[in-house]
């Protein structure tokens, strides 16, 4: 399964802390597209697709959410809730993002520009893919 946790190094003084995100550094790819997800309610599933080429390092800035991984033959289940802590998402992995906290804050740092040809949106489709 291509993912992996990333923990990131906390700068900390008496002023508060700082975390210092890097291309090739500590995001192993080149940042092409930041975004981030908030007021989402807990009944609502966010993703829901899987990306031919795009990485993904989600990283989340405030409260928690589950983050659903599955790569066609095996499922996992990880729940975000660090700003300190970075769950990378390669190609040909199929997500959702569910149960978020009240006042969650969700960044995403993306490989390549968004293009909408480069998504899978349907699970049928992206089992077939990835066989």
């Keep these: 399964m291509q993912y992996k946790l990333l923990k990131m190094e906390i700068n900390k003084d008496k002023r508060g802390s700082l975390i210092a995100l890097e291309n090739l550094k500590?995001?192993?790819?080149?940042i092409k597209?930041?975004?981030y997800?908030?007021?989402?309610k807990p009944d609502v599933d966010?993703?829901?697709?899987?990306?031919?080429n795009l990485e993904q390092i989600l990283i989340m800035m405030d409260g928690a959410c589950e983050v659903l991984l599955d790569n066609g033959k095996e499922k996992k289940s990880i729940i975000?809730?660090?700003p300190d802590v970075g769950l990378y998402i390669g190609k040909n992995?199929?997500?959702?993002?569910?149960?978020?906290?009240?006042?969650?804050?969700?960044?995403v740092l993306a490989s390549d520009f968004y293009?909408?040809?480069?998504?899978?949106?349907?699970?049928?489709?992206?089992?077939?893919a990835v066989k």
């Design 33 to 35: 597209r930041v975004y």
């Design 46 to 52: 966010r993703g829901g697709h899987a990306h031919t």
């Design 115 to 128: 293009d909408e040809k480069e998504y899978i949106r349907s699970y049928d489709e992206f089992l077939r």
């Design 93 to 107: 992995m199929w997500r959702e993002m569910k149960n978020f906290s009240y006042g969650a804050k969700l960044l």
């Design 80 to 82: 975000l809730n660090r």
């Design 26 to 30: 500590t995001v192993p790819f080149e």
């Design 37 to 40: 997800i908030y007021d989402t």
